[in-house]
């Protein structure tokens, strides 16, 4: 059964605690993605990687980081640095980031929920 | 940087076809236009993607004029079930740039 996974779906964290979110995929995808959605603002994109031990900076990166040593994984760490934490973090994969003259199509995970007391 | 405009919402009643307008005026050249479609606690759903024209597959079709500036969703006949936030996002070498969503609500 293909498709992407995050884990866990709810999680809490004190203020100051770093946290990791899972995100894993075995679509056998080249791309990965970040995303964080919050109420009234759309999905923005936190971080990006087109291939493993690659990885690109989206538009709110700062507080956030990523690494991407295996193809199906691609975990996403908030920081303590990142001063608006609580959010809804939705990962995706696509098979390129782009093919030929088109973008691949991304497949979301069904996201986690974190939040910070 | 692309910025993407929606409506916040809109209503529409089963049977109806709806059009959503996404405003993208700094388009680049590259850019793509993708539209997506997401269920409350859910992650996002593909539901087209174009560059200029008309595109179409079996859910929806995707209008861009010339200009590039502006493109429209258009769902046919639509029921209960398409009641979503719909997203326009522009894709392009460095830029992935969701809009804020357009929240449709369809009624009996």
């Known amino acids: 059964d293909g498709g992407i996974t995050q884990s866990p779906k709810y999680l809490f964290r004190k203020e100051g605690q770093n946290v990791t979110l899972s995100c894993e995929q075995n679509l056998n995808h080249d791309a990965m993605y970040w995303y964080r959605q919050d109420p009234g603002q759309g999905l923005r994109l936190i971080y990006y990687?087109?291939?493993?031990?690659?990885?690109q900076k989206g538009d709110i990166a700062e507080g956030y980081s990523v690494s991407r040593e295996k193809k199906e994984s691609f975990p996403l760490t908030v920081t303590s640095a990142q001063k608006n934490p609580t959010a809804f973090y939705l990962c995706?994969?696509?098979?390129?980031?782009?093919?030929?003259?088109?973008?691949?199509?991304?497949?979301f995970g069904p996201g986690t929920r974190l939040t910070v007391l | 940087l692309a910025k993407t405009t929606q409506p916040i919402s809109m209503d529409s009643y089963e049977g109806q076809e709806v059009n959503i307008t996404c405003s993208h005026n700094?388009?680049?050249?590259?850019?793509?236009i993708t539209w997506y479609q997401q269920f409350p606690s859910q992650g996002p759903r593909f539901i087209i993607q174009?560059?200029?024209t008309k595109v179409t597959n079996e859910v929806a079709s995707l209008f861009i004029p010339a200009d590039r500036k502006s493109s429209t969703l258009s769902l046919p006949r639509v029921s209960l079930s398409d009641t979503a936030v719909y997203y326009c996002l522009v894709e392009g070498y460095s830029t992935l740039t969701f809009g804020k969503g357009t929240m449709l609500l369809v009624s009996p």
């Open positions: 995706a994969s696509s098979i390129d980031y782009r093919t030929g003259d088109s973008y691949n199509e991304q497949f």
């Open positions: 700094n388009i680049a050249t590259n850019d793509y």
């Open positions: 174009g560059y200029k």
């Open positions: 990687s087109q291939i493993v031990n690659d990885f």
